[in-house]
């Protein structure tokens, strides 16, 4: 339609023909027979008494309103038969996301950001996490058909129309249960139709700001309203108009005139769709209405064009029509951020429901603190033309609306609601009140004023947090859990194609999530969010997903309580940290005991005063998820302190006991039966604390138990769901270099996930709370080899341009992307960064590494672990290979070695057979280097990133040696496990968990001869050795014993 500076209006006067008049009878007695069927519909569902949310509407109600709405369809199409309209919405419109100025962007994995953002306070002291980005919940674009817009043939081809910005989105499914009759005539013409969406297109000057000279010079500034198909794809879209049958915005008519029944395109920002009183409402501020307060009218669809606002000429015009009534616009109330929720439930007692009708429908006006208004009752249309009429007499008179949240005394943060829908979360408990979830934001600076980077306020973080009423006939509303701050991933950040190696994600600086939805068959919540001001997409998450990042609070607790300086920077130095902390002043008796319930609120210092000091000197932080759990819930926090709990634990795990030790008999034997755990008391809090030198020396397990049990604990944890894990080395920086076990320390809360969603498969419980030998930690491979990639790289850096480990860095260690690694956990040895230099320098490596286990493998009865014969390294190896260095325990008591490993039978008969091994591999390849990799120098650390680095690695029958196999940047060739005390049977998978060979292609399971140490022993005692070395040497010998251990 045609405009004149962006408003031109149609109008009804003039001298009207007979077929016009003919033409609106039928139109009035059409009306008539919608008005009949509306109630018609209204009775036979009894009213008003089941709201939207209410799940009251059957299968039969909307089947009755779709055949009557397909009936009158008809009779419309052939009024309209010869209007000659066309259907613009055959083809799905696509196009591509912008790409920015780098300056749009956060530069998440920045080590040096501006003042701004490093030099403030954050929710729990933590850097912004980034939602994981994955094929199945890809970003979409909303596009917009311009194909009737004036063309830019004198534009540059850079300035293109604004794309609109700041969507919100309904969907189809909220419709058929909420307002049924819209749902059907929306589906009756537009079957593929999955969503219902609004977009404001305007010449938003922080789109331009600082960059484009300006964009198209088509100035006709719109609302529009588009139905997306399943993939967000657009199928039709219309123009919001409004119907002026009253004064529209604040200003006055004459005295004693009336407005002329007009119709106008005028320009809503910020619309927010939600389904109210059976019909589509739509939310909004407007400069005609001063842009102060906040908004709400009914948005009235229909697919057939009003011809009585026909103009000629107007050759191209959609059937998808919708349009406002200036009459019918409600007052929301003061601000412009305000969130709806819809609450059925309320139930007022009897003299409460004297006084005044339970509200259903309420606003968020304020997030902190939590500030709830109620909007409108539960009584029908008409009855509220009073009110309607009133806007204009309730600002004169300052009748505002009530407010029910208490007025907090202590500093509140600078938190912005978002003016989206909130999402009802049905109550687990009978009789409680059920939770709503909303988003909101930050910005910094807190400034809004033009700046280096924006127009306005830039630099923008979200954060999910739930409210719920305080009892069923209260209206007054708590605040009850929040996730830290979050960005979404920009993924067109570096203009590279993602599949491309040094891609990265980044976030842009500007995003506001300005709707969101729930899909209750998928269980997925639709993410709307602007970019930039220029351009409106839709995303998607496993709701899960957001559960799993909720952290609860305790009544009375507001955001502000949670605002701390930065603690944790995931790619720079741990700053700013403070104990100081101490919320709502909990008594001193309640910091004492151990090993125990906790059924109050220690404080900070009660969890962290273990490693204070090590905070101090840059080792882990940030465990802040952990510490608001036990500010505010029951928590049992249980302990493994130094060397003798830790191998205690290990213990434990290995006899299937530790989650009996940790929750009770009781609890575990019925969650297996329910294949899922609920302590119905408290959380759980495992915080294991030792020296890692220590333990390395004197526990009688080994480095491969240790980091195998500490997983195997992690998925436990996760398993059971309401546990978080924290293991610390107090000298993890002091012996990094030289041992493994704290690259695997860290804080690990609850329910992450180290498989990417494609390979996902739940563990059960039976399993990961059993035996050793079912524990099922191939569901962790994929951190595994995070974790052990990240540690070689730290320790010998990237041996040589070009080789794997360099582009593998620059995607998951410089770029911040964390595909494997669940976005909570934080690792006590930070990520090396590309400026930094090895721990260790000038590192030889070797093409290939053997992996030849021995020390007291020579001496034990073991018939779980044992070796291979010297052929089964040899023959996987490249004929051309020029360095081989074989890994094995040290020789020399001044080489780093366990207190078990210096028994001197066992390095005697190791370096007979090692030397054995040298002589079989110079026959076999004449031309390379071969090294015994076991000096002074070369500790367990660096024997393990020599492994990761390697282009080829075979290893054996060793709890250790699997993990650096599943880490190789080149390939790797792992024993089978094929007798039945086996370790590292987890590598084959079960049917929960793939085969490590599935999940990583790199890496071979290959099947070769084996003899286990027991069978050594014994063989050795009878010749001094030789039958042992020849059974190495011969590649088809058999074990010379009756029985074959």
């Known amino acids: 339609m045609p405009v004149d500076q962006g408003r031109r209006m149609n109008t009804l006067r003039g001298k009207m023909s007979k077929w016009t008049l003919l033409m609106l009878l039928g139109l009035t007695l059409t009306c008539f027979s919608i008005l009949l069927l509306n109630v018609l519909v209204f009775l036979r569902q009894g009213g008003y008494a089941n709201e939207e949310y209410s799940s009251s509407h059957t299968n039969e109600d909307f089947s009755e309103a779709a055949t009557s709405l397909s009936a009158f369809g008809v009779i419309m199409e052939k009024m309209d038969k010869n209007a000659a309209l066309q259907q613009y919405d055959q083809k799905s419109l696509t196009c591509e996301l912008r790409a920015y100025d780098p300056t749009w962007y956060y530069n998440m994995n920045t080590t040096n950001p501006p003042s701004f953002l490093r030099d403030t306070k954050y929710l729990f002291g933590k850097w912004p996490i980034m939602l994981s980005h994955s094929a199945e919940y890809e970003h979409a674009k909303i596009c917009i058909d311009r194909i009737d817009w004036p063309p830019e043939a004198d534009q540059p081809k850079d300035n293109q129309h604004s794309d609109g910005t700041n969507p919100s989105v309904l969907s189809i499914a909220r419709l058929k249960e909420g307002a049924p009759l819209v749902a059907a005539n929306i589906l009756h013409h537009h079957p593929n139709t999955t969503f219902l969406a609004a977009v404001t297109n305007k010449m938003f000057p922080q789109c331009v700001y600082n960059r484009t000279p300006r964009l198209s010079g088509y100035d006709n500034q719109h609302t529009l309203l588009l139905l997306l198909d399943e993939q967000m794809k657009t199928v039709a879209q219309t123009t919001l108009h409004v119907l002026v049958d009253r004064a529209w915005g604040l200003n006055e008519p004459s005295t004693g005139s009336n407005p002329p029944l007009e119709q106008i395109i005028t320009i809503l920002d910020a619309p927010r769709l939600f389904v109210y009183q059976r019909q589509v409402q739509v939310s909004f501020i407007s400069r005609d209405w001063g842009w102060t307060d906040q908004y709400y009218t009914s948005v009235h669809i229909d697919f057939v064009h009003p011809h009585h606002f026909h103009q000629n000429g107007d050759s191209r015009q959609s059937k998808f029509w919708a349009t406002l009534w200036a009459s019918e616009v409600v007052t929301l109330g003061k601000g412009q951020n305000q969130a709806i929720l819809y609450d059925p439930d309320v139930s007022y007692s009897s003299e409460q429901a004297k006084r005044e009708p339970s509200p259903s429908m309420f606003s968020v006006s304020q997030v902190d603190p939590v500030t709830v208004s109620s909007i409108g009752d539960t009584r029908p249309l008409e009855h509220k033309k009073q009110r309607r009429r009133g806007l204009r007499e309730n600002n004169k008179e300052g009748k505002g609306l009530t407010a029910f949240s208490t007025v907090h005394t202590w500093e509140t943060t600078k938190a912005h609601g978002t003016n989206g829908m909130m999402i009802r979360l049905p109550s687990t408990q009978k009789g409680q009140p059920a939770d709503y979830l909303g988003v909101a934001h930050f910005h910094r600076p807190e400034n809004t004023g033009a700046n280096t980077y924006a127009q306005f306020g830039h630099h923008y973080t979200h954060f999910f947090y739930t409210i719920r009423r305080k009892s069923m006939s209260s209206t007054d509303f708590q605040l009850t859990a929040m996730s830290a701050e979050f960005v979404l991933p920009s993924i067109d950040s570096s203009g590279k194609d993602p599949k491309e190696e040094g891609w990265a994600m980044d976030a842009h600086i500007i995003q506001f999530i300005s709707g969101i939805e729930f899909l209750a068959d998928t269980n997925e919540l639709v993410i709307a969010y602007g970019i930039n001001n220029c351009e409106a997409a839709v995303t998607a998450m496993p709701l899960q997903h957001v559960r799993d990042m909720l952290v609860p609070v305790a009544t009375g607790q507001e955001i502000g309580d949670f605002m701390q300086p930065l603690l944790y920077f995931p790619n720079g130095p741990n700053i700013n940290y403070s104990v100081n902390h101490n919320p709502k002043g909990v008594p001193q008796d309640h910091l004492e005991g151990d090993n125990a319930i906790l059924p ?318 040298v002589d079989h591999l110079k026959s076999k390849f004449p031309n390379a280097q071969i090294t015994i990799r076991n000096g002074a120098n070369d500790s367990m650390a660096l024997t393990l990133a020599r492994m990761v680095m390697a282009k080829q690695l075979v290893v054996g029958i060793t709890t250790f040696s699997l993990f650096p196999a599943v880490a190789s940047f080149g390939h790797s060739y792992i024993k089978k496990p094929d007798h039945e005390f086996a370790a590292n049977t987890w590598m084959m998978g079960d049917e929960e968990t793939p085969p490590v060979e599935e999940i990583f292609p790199n890496v071979h399971i290959v099947e070769e001869p084996n003899i286990l140490t027991s069978a050594v022993k014994t063989l050795w005692g009878q010749d001094d050795g030789d039958t042992v070395l020849k059974w190495f040497q011969q590649y088809n010998m058999d074990v010379p014993l009756a029985e074959k251990y």
Request: hydrophobic share 40%.
């Open 600 to 917: 109050s609120e220690p404080t900070e210092e009660r969890i962290m005063g273990d490693f204070t000091e090590h905070l101090r000197r840059g080792g882990l932080v940030a465990s802040n998820h952990v510490w608001n759990d036990i500010l505010t819930n029951c928590t049992k926090v249980v302990r493994y302190e130094g060397t003798n709990g830790t191998t205690q634990l290990a213990q434990q795990i290995f006899d299937g006991e530790v989650c009996q030790k940790m929750v009770g008999s009781t609890h575990v034997e019925q969650a297996v039966q329910e294949t899922t755990f609920s302590d119905p008391s408290c959380n759980i809090f495992v915080n294991i604390t030792f020296d890692c030198m220590d333990l390395f020396e004197n526990s009688e397990f080994g480095t491969g138990n240790f980091v195998f049990l500490f997983y195997a604990l992690r998925l436990a944890a996760r398993t059971m769901g309401n546990a978080d894990v924290l293991i610390q080395c107090n000298d993890a920086l002091d012996v990094a270099k030289d041992l493994i076990l704290p690259w695997v320390m860290g804080f690990f809360p609850r329910t992450l996930h180290a498989l990417p969603l494609s390979l996902r498969r739940p563990p059960r419980l039976e399993k990961t709370c059993g035996h050793y030998t079912k524990l099922p930690v191939g569901h962790m491979a994929a951190e595994m080899r995070y974790h052990f990639r990240k540690m070689a790289i730290a320790l010998v850096g990237i041996p040589y341009p070009g080789h794997p480990a360099e582009a593998w860095a620059k995607k998951y260690l410089w770029g911040n992307n964390h595909i494997y690694m669940g976005q909570n956990s934080v690792m006590q040895m930070a990520n090396p960064q590309q400026e930094d230099n090895p721990l260790h320098s000038n590192v030889e490596l070797d093409d290939a590494v053997l992996h030849f286990r021995c020390g007291d493998y020579m001496t034990t009865d073991s018939q779980s672990v044992g070796f291979m014969k010297f052929e089964s390294f040899s023959r996987h190896l490249d004929a051309n290979v020029k360095s081989i260095g074989i890994a094995t325990n040290p020789f020399g008591s001044t080489s780093q070695s366990r207190n078990l490993d210096n028994d001197s039978v066992a390095v005697t008969r190791c370096k007979k057979v090692v030397f054995g091994f």
